[in-house]
Nanobody, 114 residues
C-alpha cells in the first residue's frame, strides 16, 4: 500500500479530528504532499499541501481551521481539523501534489453533523 489515510469519523459541528496519512518512503521523501477531499456528488479537490521543507498552502474554505503537518522521519502527514462544519463532510484522501499524482489509496470518511 503506497498511501493510507486514517482518522476520520463522525463529529458534531465545531468539533475536531486529526487525520493521518502514511506513505511509502519513495513517495514521501522530497515531495510536496497534499490532502484532498471529495464530497458526495462533487469532484475531488485539494484542501491543503505541504512541501518537504514545511511550506504550507490551504484552500480558502479551510484556512484558519485546518493545519497540515508532516513527520518526514515517519513518512507520515497529518491534517488537524478544528471548528468543523457540515460542509467539511467528505472522504479525505492524501496524495502528492496535484500535478504529480499517483494512484489513490483508500480515503477516510469524515462526517460532520449539524
Amino acid at each position: 500500500v503506497q498511501l493510507q489515510a486514517s482518522g476520520g469519523g463522525l463529529v458534531q459541528a465545531g468539533g475536531s479530528l486529526r487525520l493521518s496519512c502514511v506513505a511509502s518512503g519513495s513517495i514521501f521523501m522530497s515531495n510536496t504532499m497534499a490532502w484532498y477531499r471529495q464530497a458526495p456528488g462533487e469532484q475531488r479537490v485539494s484542501v491543503a499541501s505541504i512541501t518537504s521543507g514545511g511550506l504550507r498552502n490551504y484552500a480558502d474554505p479551510v484556512k484558519g481551521r485546518f493545519t497540515i503537518s508532516r513527520d518526514n522521519a515517519k513518512n507520515t502527514m497529518y491534517l488537524q481539523m478544528n471548528s468543523l462544519k457540515p460542509d467539511d463532510t467528505a472522504v479525505y484522501y492524501c496524495n502528492k501534489r496535484w500535478d504529480s499524482l499517483i494512484p489513490w489509496g483508500q480515503g477516510t470518511e469524515v462526517t460532520v453533523s449539524s
